[in-house]
C-alpha cells in the first residue's frame, strides 16, 4: 500500500470499494488486517464521524464514575473509540477485534488492559456477563461485518444500569441490515433487557464512495441503558 502522506480520497474509495468483494469472513478481516496501517489516515479523509458521535453520545449519557468504569470496545479496530473516550474521562479498555492487524495498532495506543481477537456471530463474545459499566461498538454492525444477533451479547455483556452505544450506516446498501437490526433492538426492548435513551440519525456520517451516491451517506448512532434482570 501507498504511504500514508499521499493518501487521497480516490485511494480511500478504491480500498472501501475493493471490499465489497470480500464476501467471506476471513476474507473480510483479511482486508482490515492489509488496511491497517492507513486506516486511521483514510477515515479521516472519508470524514467518518461514527466514533466521535458515539463517544460524545456517552459522555453525555453517563453519570457514573469514569475513571472507575470499565469499557468493553467490541470491534475496537485500531482504538480510535478508546482515545476518545480517555479524553472524557474514561481510563479503563477492553478491545475485541477480528484482525490481528488492527489490534496491532489499538496495543500500540497503551489504552486496552486486554485486546482479545475474536470473530464476532462465529464465536461467543469472550467476555464475563454482566461485567462492563460502557460496551461500544462504532463502524462494525453493517452488511457483511458483525451479525445482528450479537447485540444481544453486547447486552449481555454490560452490568445492569450500563450502556451500549451502537452505530450503523443508513445507505442504500445497508437499509436491510439496519431494519434487521433495529427489530432486534425493539424486540429486546419489549423483552425488558433494556430500553433506548438515544437514537440519532445523521445526515453527514461519513463521505459517500460508491458511484450510486454522492455527498455525505448518512448513518445512525443508539445507546440503550440496561435493566436489572
Ligand atoms: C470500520 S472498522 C471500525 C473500527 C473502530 N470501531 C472505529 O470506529 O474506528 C470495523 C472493525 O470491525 C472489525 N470486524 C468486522 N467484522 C468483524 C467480526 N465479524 N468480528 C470481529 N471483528 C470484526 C474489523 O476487523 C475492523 O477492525
Redesign the pocket.
Known sequence: MMSAENRTFENVKAVILSAHKNTT?SN??TF??NW?EN?DQD?AILD?R??SL?VKSIDSHFAGDREAAVVL?????????AKLMKRHGFRHFVG????RG??ELAKKTELYQDLKQ?????EPLPVQWGSFDVV?????LSM????VG?VRELCKATKPGGYICM?TRSNYDNLEYKAALECELKRMEEEGLWVCVDKTEVEDWEKAVSEKEEGYISGCLYVYKTLAP
Open positions: 469472513s473480510k478481516i482490515y488486517d491497517a486506516y477515515v467518518f461514527a466514533p458515539a470496545d467490541v470491534a475496537c479496530g485500531t482504538g480510535q473509540v475485541i477485534d477480528g484482525s488492527m489490534m475474536c470473530m464476532l456471530g462465529e461500544m461498538i462504532t463502524g462494525a457483511g461485518q458483525v451479525p450479537v452505530t
